[in-house]
């Protein structure tokens, strides 16, 4: 039988320092854990299997959906915590909390431990090197619509369990695996799994149309403001570009992602009903 839940009434307390510190990037590699507010993306955690360690409530803040799930969660949470709404404020990530924080055990897979789908060919997406979390989310929520099988991070930027990747994925992160690992590591990947490189880059005349994307394909993304390394443009199997017609140099990296993905989906499904 649990306990019955801590109070806290201090954001000074030592628990709710440690969870503070899950704030950094830094603090999440190390104990492995990660915090989700919002209840559908903490739910479809909790049906992805993660694993809630520690609940965290304030009853003067929570909805009724937060104060739902609580009553489904609590019973089988290692440790509750009764949170004065000073406290909640102080843990929380949004500007509006609902009442709800729950910290999970998050661990990314490794890059070669990903399974790879027998019966179609593989569908990826490579980002490099992303500022923005709402960025990752989104891109994470466009590969789950469209199938994909991974998302592979590499550069420097946001790591996969920031607490606003989670949110903007709404809880896509948790169906599609998204391995971090050095660049030249993921060339060597998907060279062995015969997966080809395909980069976006605006210096290209081949659009991102005229490209084949039937068989086992690695699109390439990088930031908004700096594009692809020249290490990606150099590897690449193919290089396309998406127009602009306008004054603009690029689009968002999820718009990128979602047409390009989309045409995947497009080719396969064609090439499917002809055979």
Request: glycine fraction near 6%; aromatic fraction near 4%.
């Amino acid at each position: 039988m649990n306990r019955p839940p801590l109070q806290i009434t201090s954001p000074r307390n030592d628990r709710a320092k440690a969870v503070f510190r899950l704030r950094t990037a830094r603090e999440r590699r190390r104990q492995k854990r990660t915090l989700i507010e919002e209840p559908l993306v903490l739910r479809r955690a909790l049906a992805s299997g993660v694993q809630v360690v520690e609940l965290w409530f304030c009853p003067e803040r929570e909805s009724a959906a937060t104060a739902t799930l609580r009553s489904e969660i609590a019973p089988t949470c290692p440790e509750t915590f009764e949170a004065a709404p000073e406290v909640l404020d102080r843990l929380s990530y949004r500007d509006r909390s609902e009442g709800l924080l729950a910290v999970v055990e998050v661990e990314s897979p490794a890059l070669a431990d990903l399974e790879l789908p027998t019966e179609r060919p593989a569908l990826m997406l490579v980002v490099e090197s992303l500022e923005k979390p709402g960025n990752l989310g989104a891109v994470q929520r466009i590969a789950d619509g469209a199938g994909a099988d991974a998302v592979l991070i590499c550069g420097e930027g946001v790591e996969p369990w920031n607490p606003n990747v989670l949110r903007a994925s709404r809880g896509a992160c948790f169906r599609v695996p998204c391995p971090a690992a050095p660049a030249p590591q993921i060339v060597q990947y998907l060279g062995q799994h015969g997966i080809r490189i395909v980069a976006t880059t605006p210096d290209t005349a081949t659009q991102w149309s005229e490209a084949d994307l039937t068989g086992p394909v690695a699109i390439v993304l990088g930031a908004e403001h700096d594009g692809l390394s020249e290490f990606w443009l150099e590897k690449a199997d193919q290089q396309v570009a998406l127009p602009m017609n306008g004054i603009g140099d690029s689009l968002n990296i999820s718009t990128t992602a979602a047409i390009l993905l989309y045409e995947c989906v497009r080719q396969r499904t064609a090439t499917k009903a002809n055979k």
